[in-house]
């Protein structure tokens, strides 16, 4: 399984790093992650780096490929190179998915076109743009298209696909095996959860 991860700068880092820790774990697993061009990348705090190992020019043969969201997904929606590489990988991927404003991506070269799809909430509306339709469902699959909403529900998303990859068992002893049981300290994870004034406060800040 040749599992591609795209990486930029402004990336969000967990939106990859999560499914990473769920996706690398799948017997035959083999992991790039990849850029523009090889090297680091700045995440979108600007504190933590990471590794391209390889180019998009030197990747080819992809069975599973992650986009990540982040602030820095509207440069990726304007570049041809990264969504040409997209098109091109997509053709023989057995899964194409995206975490966050990743499926933004996903919708800027020309994948979700007619299909359901979801995002970060505050950025679901941007989809129609692409010709997808919109739901604030945490993990939605059509087809091999497969989107997560934002950043936490990549690791959702990766332990379904390991499900169907692998079979439920082994899905479940990934979940156990990195704990993954959330108890936040707040119900406040969804806009129509939080109050309004925390809503109103986060999309404000996550308008760019």
């Not at 982040?70 to 995206?98: C, F, H, K, M, Q």
């Not at 499926?103 to 509306?125: C, D, V």
């Not at 945490?138 to 934002?150: D, H, N």
């Not at 004034?197 to 800040?205: F, K, M, S």
């Amino acid at each position: 399984m040749n599992i591609a991860i795209l990486l930029y700068e402004k990336m969000t880092a967990l939106d990859a790093i999560g499914p990473y820790e769920v996706l690398s774990r799948l017997p035959d697993a083999n992991v790039v992650f990849t850029a523009e061009r090889a090297g680091l990348v700045t995440t979108d705090t600007g504190f933590l780096r990471l590794d391209a190992q390889r180019s998009l020019a030197d990747v080819t043969d992809v069975d599973l490929l992650l986009v990540p969201g982040g602030p820095g997904d509207r440069a990726v929606r304007d570049n041809p190179t990264v969504l040409e590489w997209i098109r091109r990988v997509n053709e023989s991927t057995r899964y194409t998915t995206s975490v966050c404003t990743g499926s933004l991506i996903l919708g800027a070269a020309g994948l979700l076109k007619g299909l359901r799809a979801t995002s970060h909430w505050t950025q679901l509306e941007v989809l129609r743009e692409y010709g997808a339709e919109p739901t604030g469902e945490r993990v939605v699959e059509q087809g091999k298209i497969v989107t997560a909403a934002g950043v936490s529900a990549g690791i959702d998303m990766a332990l379904r696909l390991v499900s169907t990859l692998v079979g439920d068992e082994f899905a479940q002893g990934l979940q156990l095996g990195i704990e993954y049981d959330p108890q936040p300290p707040f119900d406040t994870g969804a806009p129509e959860k939080a109050p309004a004034p925390i809503v109103a406060l986060v999309r404000a800040a996550m308008t760019y």
